[in-house]
């Protein structure tokens, strides 16, 4: 079996574990990333509503403000243990679905990633690249490594 389907399952599991135990404790509660498969660990966790309600529609919220016609999934921010990092994505679908990732990893770059097929470039466009391009800025430094782990209890 692929690592990846032995991480889905893992990661499927610990989901339905938490949607039990929320049922009887009204309090978040945290993936359980330190399943261990062979010599492997799981190192990346998703949060979503139901494990941090509050930091999960913080950001949707002032996302969804400053671009309306974005689109984002209840598993848009990723928690990888390891880097340390928070990784935003979803589809700003006026401007051809536009695929963007905002990553607090800034080794190399500024943290935003677009991916799109034939965008036809308007002032429009641009204006919401901008918008979208100054929310990734905040949110890399809002999300300072210090705060990543303190939010998620990874010290």
Not at 42 to 53: A, G, L, M
């Amino acid at each position: 079996m692929a690592t990846e389907d032995v991480y889905t399952r893992i990661m499927l599991e610990n989901i339905r574990t938490i949607k039990r135990t929320n049922l009887i404790e009204s309090k978040p509660q945290l993936l359980n990333e330190v399943n261990t498969v062979g010599e492997n660990t799981v190192s990346s966790i998703t949060i979503t509503k139901s494990n941090f309600p509050d930091i999960f529609n913080d950001i949707k919220n002032s996302l969804i403000e400053k671009i309306p016609n974005v689109k984002l999934e209840d598993d848009y921010l990723q928690l990888d243990k390891d880097k340390n990092t928070l990784t935003l994505s979803g589809v700003i679908q006026n401007l051809n679905n536009l695929n963007f990732t905002i990553s607090t990893d800034i080794s190399n770059d500024d943290g935003l990633y677009i991916t799109v097929e034939g965008l036809n470039v308007t002032q429009g466009a641009l204006q919401t690249l901008q918008v979208l391009h100054g929310f990734g800025r905040v949110f890399v430094r809002e999300w300072t490594v210090n705060k990543v782990s303190d939010t998620f209890k990874m010290t």
